[in-house]
Nanobody, 117 residues
Framework: VQLQAFGGGLVQAGGSLRLSCAASGRTFSDYAIGWFRQAPGKEREYVAGISASGFTTRYAASAKGRFTISRDNAKVTVYLQMNSLEPEDTAVYYC???????????WGQGTQVTVSS
């Protein structure tokens, strides 16, 4: 599975962005997908995840209530809708495919999100 994350950009605080993680490969629907982010000088952190079926989602506390993860297996794409963005959300966002939590098999290249105050 190859992943490509895109949709980042510059937005004012309170604004919204939708990130996409597009996949290639026939086994996309076998994998759960997670979104992660890494801010300058900080470690990469988990943001949200969705199961292979799309029925189960999980969110970090910082994302809960503001971000929504979804997937369209027909389009082999996972989305991260981010609302009420804050400057603290500024980071490079990555998507990853996995079958076992903690064992991330494939990573996308990252997309920059910058939230101005």
């Amino acid at each position: 599975v190859q992943l490509q994350a895109f949709g980042g950009g510059l937005v004012q605080a309170g604004g919204s962005l939708r990130l996409s993680c597009a996949a290639s490969g026939r086994t996309f629907s076998d994998y759960a997908i997670g979104w992660f982010r890494q801010a300058p000088g900080k470690e990469r952190e988990y943001v949200a995840g969705i199961s292979a079926s799309g029925f189960t989602t999980r969110y970090a506390a910082s994302a809960k209530g503001r971000f929504t993860i979804s997937r369209d297996n027909a389009k082999v794409t996972v989305y991260l809708q981010m609302n009420s963005l804050e400057p603290e959300d500024t980071a490079v966002y990555y998507c990853a495919a996995y079958k076992i939590v903690g064992e991330y098999d494939y990573w996308g290249q990252g997309t920059q999100v910058t939230v101005s105050s």
